[in-house]
């Protein structure tokens, strides 16, 4: 089994900054792919961006890349999603997944944390 637990969401205002983290336990989680997934009110939930277990590979969703950058800590077992320049659109609650398939689909992550809302005002 592996827990997930995410902090680090808010309020701010468009053009601004915030980090959420993840801090994950349980057996061999270092050496399960991490993913950032969010999900906004009557959506589906989309991909964000996922971390291979060495953290050296890195895959983002368009609507994210090159405002968003997704780090890890083995040794912290914690996985850090630093988010800048945020737009209303990014508006969402913000979901930590762990998985050991290199995907984008939320099915195919079976570990989830309980969500950390993220709110950008205009």
């Known amino acids: 089994q592996v827990q997930l637990v995410e902090s680090g969401g808010g309020l701010v205002q468009a053009g601004g900054s915030l980090r959420l983290s993840c801090a994950a336990s349980?057996?061999?989680?270092?050496?399960?792919?991490m993913g950032w997934f969010r999900q906004a009110p009557g959506k589906e939930r989309d991909f964000v961006a996922r971390?291979?277990?060495?953290?050296?590979?890195?895959y983002y969703a368009d609507s994210v890349k090159g405002r968003f950058t997704i780090s890890r800590d083995t040794a912290k077992n914690t996985v850090v999603l630093q988010m800048n320049s945020l737009k209303p659109e990014d508006t969402a609650i913000y979901y930590c997944?762990?998985?050991?398939?290199?995907?984008?689909?939320?099915?195919?992550?079976?570990?989830w944390g309980q969500g950390t809302q993220v709110t950008v005002s205009s």
């Open positions: 997944a762990a998985g050991q398939w290199v995907a984008t689909s939320p099915t195919l992550y079976p570990y």
């Open positions: 971390i291979d277990w060495s953290g050296t590979k890195t």
């Open positions: 349980g057996r061999t989680v270092s050496s399960y792919v």
